[in-house]
């Protein structure tokens, strides 16, 4: 293959994720979702416009680290700090119940499976992919509804920051433990350094961002310096202490997310991940989503993964909110707000895929996930607080 051929492969991908970016917005869908089944269409699956590469899996691996990146950025620790134990058991419930369903959802289609063995890991990998949380869609709801600032809206939004580090954390053990040299003390251990070293180390560094900023306001050396250093975590979370390249990614962007200028940070990342990184690694999904395999089986399993995933944050965050003391409408609200699932899903699933804990079948199931959750969660919402006007009518 020729070097300058990637630049056709690039300007497909480029053309056709905006395009169908546009169509899914246009849908009320999210604009990742067009850039998938941009993928897609151009993959080998059906048009065979592009092909996957090295080189475009490296762009693509480029681009969900500044996506996690980003992710940490937008993490606002005071609010964080501020939600205290409620937000917390929300939080958990929902990385908890969503992952024992999906694990027990993948034994009950291909059956149960020794602890430690592949299957295993699949099983208790599907059930990770079900923990990510993905808010921008309920965030947008709520602010056109004018209920954001409420105490529902507030619950909602501090538990799925806190549901994706939780998530974050479980993806770093599973990924660890799958490791054919691994042990569950190795893997404990080197998570508890890692997380130590990013601690302290990342004290340091924020200190001295804290100085740059100060004495460099609004200059472009602070998002080089930053991209830099969100480089450095990722390499070093994997090569030292085996945690997931995405983790470090994260880690770094919440040692940043609370200098001034971390909103310019974001702003300056945006456009490199906007305009490039972003849809390749989207594209990328698409390119590797094989619907060549598809039967009844896999298309029955997606099904009962969308239908698991959506009850599983329902139920679990849900039945926590009621035990602390949210009325049963709220409680519901609260569980639907966190059903929607995003690009921490399509992340992860990406990392599953990389180290063998997934097969590209697979990530149909995910982007149904996406779809489905992304346009139901509004209407639900809707429906929910129209009832809560019908209810104060009628008293």
């Not at 990510?132 to 709801?141: G, K, L, P």
């Not at 939004?157 to 974050?168: E, P």
Request: proline share 3%; charged share 15%; hydrophobic share 55%.
């Amino acid at each position: 293959m020729e070097a300058y051929s990637v630049f056709k492969d690039l300007a497909i991908i480029i053309i056709f994720a905006k395009v169908c970016g546009i169509l899914a917005r246009k849908c009320k869908a999210p604009q990742v979702v067009g850039e998938i089944i941009a993928g897609l269409i151009i993959g080998p699956s059906v048009l065979g416009l592009v092909q996957q590469t090295d080189f475009l899996m490296e762009m693509a691996e480029v681009g969900v680290v500044l996506l996690m990146f980003s992710a940490g950025l937008e993490t606002d620790l005071k609010e964080l700090m501020k939600t205290g134990p409620v937000a917390l058991l929300i939080a958990c419930a929902g990385v908890f119940v969503p992952l024992v369903l999906g694990t027990l959802l993948y034994m009950g289609f291909y059956g149960a499976a020794p602890w430690g063995s592949d299957k295993f890991y699949m099983a208790v990998f599907i059930g990770v992919i079900m923990t990510a949380t993905s808010v921008s869609i309920t965030v947008q709801s709520l602010k056109e509804m004018g209920r954001l600032r409420e105490k529902v809206g507030t619950t909602i939004l501090s538990a799925a920051i806190i549901d994706d580090v939780i998530g974050i954390i479980v993806l770093t053990f599973v990924v660890g433990f799958k490791s054919p040299d691994s042990n569950p003390g190795k893997v404990v251990l080197s998570t508890v350094l890692f997380f130590i070293a990013a601690l302290i180390l990342g004290f340091i560094l924020y200190k001295i961002f804290q100085k740059l900023d100060a004495r460099y306001p609004h200059t472009r050396r602070i998002p080089i310096i930053s991209l830099a250093l969100c480089f450095f975590f990722a390499y070093a979370a994997e090569k030292y202490f085996g945690i997931a390249d995405i983790t470090g990614a994260y880690v770094a962007g919440i040692v940043l997310c609370s200098i001034k200028d971390s909103n310019y940070i974001e702003e300056k990342m945006e456009v490199s991940s906007y305009m490039i990184f972003g849809p390749i690694f989207f594209a990328s999904i698409g390119l590797k989503t094989s619907i060549e395999n598809m039967d009844g089986s896999i298309l029955l399993f997606s099904l009962g993964f969308v239908a698991v995933a959506l009850l599983g944050k329902i139920i679990g965050c849900g039945l926590v909110a009621k035990v602390c003391k949210f009325n049963m409408m709220d409680s519901l609200k609260i569980g639907v707000g966190m059903m929607t699932r995003g690009e921490v899903a399509l992340i992860v699933a990406q990392k599953g895929l990389s180290v063998g804990l997934l097969t590209p079948v697979y990530f149909t199931s995910v982007i149904l996930l996406i779809i489905v959750s992304s346009i139901s969660t509004p209407i639900i919402l809707k429906l929910l607080y129209s009832k809560d006007k019908q209810s104060a009518l009628a008293a």
